[in-house]
């Protein structure tokens, strides 16, 4: 699967959403979402709760297809691939669009087992000890855990733990790492090393990250996708974009009432 991504005001565009529809079962929990998400930045996804935020964050990276009832209509591009065309390995997708949850979730295994555990079913042949050290590195995680790689990731905090979730993903070489509200079980100082983590992570991967802090989106966001809910004609809460720019200009001088409302705190 090469990568030859089409172009947005000059910036590469990695992932591209054309007309998505998401369904699960009957209810229709996303409508018509155009988007293309730019390379080597970090664009956030705002909105209130139901809108759909995590639901379209789950689609580029296929893992709704664990959810029974889940359906996708429309186009999701990857580069030059339709993420949903039948030839497409879901499990080769997931490993090159990696994912952090909101919850960190070590596995019970040494912090080095944590990483080398998923590089190593991936068929790495390099030099282990490396590729650990380095992924702890660009997690901000390696000077807190060097001498003690041998003792369970469970054994760590909170926010330590999101890090090794986060070099962990790191570690299989993604191109995209995608995060669901990454610190919202977090306290304020870990939050802010995630926060500056993503800054440096940018500079080689693709970022997008769904938050409910707003703050968080302007602090670290250069584009942000603002979505909202409406009920739709069966009388479900559908949700849908409402305005997506670059984030000083949806936080500044947003072009949408609902955006302004949200924005200002009057909903959500
Ligand atoms: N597995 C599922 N099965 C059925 N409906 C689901 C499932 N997951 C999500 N939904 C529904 O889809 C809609 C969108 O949910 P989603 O979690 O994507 O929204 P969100 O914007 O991320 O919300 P929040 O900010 O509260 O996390 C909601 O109405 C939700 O109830």
Redesign the pocket.
């Known amino acids: 699967m090469a990568i030859n991504a089409s172009t947005m005001n000059g910036t590469q565009v990695v992932l591209r959403t054309e007309d998505l529809n998401?369904y699960?079962?009957n209810?229709l929990?996303?409508q018509n979402i155009w988007l293309d998400i730019p390379k080597n930045q970090v664009t956030a996804?705002i909105?209130?709760?139901?809108?759909?935020?995590?639901?379209?964050?789950?689609c580029y990276n296929r893992l709704?297809d664990l959810?029974e009832?889940?359906r996708a209509e429309g186009k999701v591009f990857f580069g030059d691939h339709n993420l949903y065309a039948p030839h497409i390995d879901p499990v080769e997708v997931r490993r090159r669009i990696g994912m952090v949850f909101?919850r960190p979730y070590p596995f019970p295994k040494s912090i080095k087992e944590n990483i080398a555990f998923g590089v190593r079913i991936n068929g790495y042949k390099g030099n282990m000890d490396e590729l650990v050290e380095r992924s702890l590195r660009q997690a901000a995680l390696w000077d807190e855990v060097k001498d003690k790689l041998n003792q369970s990731g469970l054994s760590l905090s909170g926010g330590q733990q999101q890090r090794l979730c986060i070099a962990r993903a790191i570690a299989v070489q993604p191109e995209v790492i995608l995060m669901?509200?990454p610190c919202s079980a977090l306290d304020p100082i870990s939050t802010l090393r995630v926060e500056e983590m993503i800054h440096e992570l940018k500079e080689q991967y693709t970022i997008v990250i769904?938050t409910?802090n707003m703050q968080q989106a302007a602090r670290v966001a250069d584009k942000t996708a603002f979505?909202n809910?409406k009920t739709s004609e069966k009388g479900?809460?559908?949700?849908y974009l409402v305005e997506y720019a670059p984030t000083e200009l949806i936080f500044n001088n947003p072009q949408q009432e609902d955006t302004k409302a949200y924005i200002s705190g009057r909903f959500g």
Do not use: M, W
Request: overall charge positive; hydrophobic content about 35%; some cysteine.
């Open positions: 998401i699960y079962g209810f929990a996303v996804f909105g209130p709760s139901g809108c759909g935020k995590s639901t379209l964050l789950r709704n959810i009832t889940f909101q669901d509200e769904v409910h979505f809910v479900g809460r559908t949700g």
